[in-house]
T-cell receptor
Framework: GENVEQHPSTLSVQEGDSAVIKCTYS??????FPWYKQELGKRPQLIID?????GEKKDQRIAVTLNKTAKHFSLHITETQPEDSAVYFC????????????FGSGTRLSIRP | DGGITQSPKYLFRKEGQNVTLSCEQN?????MYWYRQDPGQGLRLIYY???????QKGDIAEGYSVSREKKESFPLTVTSAQKNPTAFYLC??????????????FGDGTRLSIL
């Protein structure tokens, strides 16, 4: 069935450095890729998304890139800050899945002061 | 998101008891979802509904039941058949099919524990 793999499962970076989280998907019909941030005990919140007709999207310190040929997409956070510490989930939605979203397993990002 | 309300925030279940988790949305979304999240784990889909009076099993539907009698409401019942119900339950909604793929918006969650 459809699958989204996410790496790494944990990531620790020095404050001010960049963080990169990578995901691969299996369903070539996937055409929408949202990223969620979940702080401890709270709801996942959408932070950025990208559609398959775009290769890159940026919003301030956050950017997402998509390589449709390789079926992978990545989240890039620059100039990391303590409030970036959270669990990040990638996801993919396919035209053929009738609105069902497939989530990655999550990356726990820790920012070292 | 203020448009999705889950209640209660905390819930305790006794042995052999069914409990119902409420999820209401005022976003006029067609699609609604229930996820289970165990500590330090990802999101697992329990049930989803694309339209009123219709719902589909997700990956871990055993021991759970849902109904979708109204567009804005999608309650989840955790039955006594679910032997390990302790988890964080998240409800979500999205505009639905026919509108292009759109993100899901989540409620604040219900934390269920066994007494």
């Amino acid at each position: 069935g459809e699958n989204v793999e996410q790496h790494p499962s944990t990531l620790s970076v020095q404050e001010g450095d960049s963080a990169v989280i990578k995901c691969t998907y299996s369903d070539s019909a996937s055409n929408y890729f949202p990223w969620y941030k979940q702080e401890l005990g709270k709801r996942p919140q959408l932070i950025i998304d990208i559609r398959s007709n775009v290769g890159e999207k940026k919003d301030q310190r956050i950017a997402v890139t998509l390589n449709k040929t390789a079926k992978h997409f990545s989240l890039h956070i620059t100039e990391t800050q303590p409030e970036d510490s959270a669990v990040y989930f990638c996801a993919a939605i396919s035209r053929s899945s009738a609105s069902k979203i497939i989530f990655g397993s999550g990356t726990r990002l820790s920012i070292r002061p | 998101d203020g448009g999705i309300t889950q209640s209660p925030k905390y819930l305790f279940r006794k042995e052999g008891q069914n409990v119902t988790l409420s999820c209401e949305q005022n976003l006029n979304h067609d699609a609604m979802y229930w996820y289970r999240q165990d500590p330090g784990q990802g999101l697992r889909l329990i049930y989803y509904s694309q339209i009123v009076n219709d719902f589909q099993k997700g990956d871990i539907a055993e021991g759970y039941s849902v109904s979708r009698e109204k567009k804005e409401s999608f309650p989840l019942t955790v039955t006594s058949a679910q032997k390990n119900p302790t988890a964080f339950y998240l409800c979500a909604s999205s505009i639905g099919i026919g509108s292009g793929n759109q993100p899901q918006h989540f409620g604040d969650g219900t934390r269920l524990s066994i007494l």
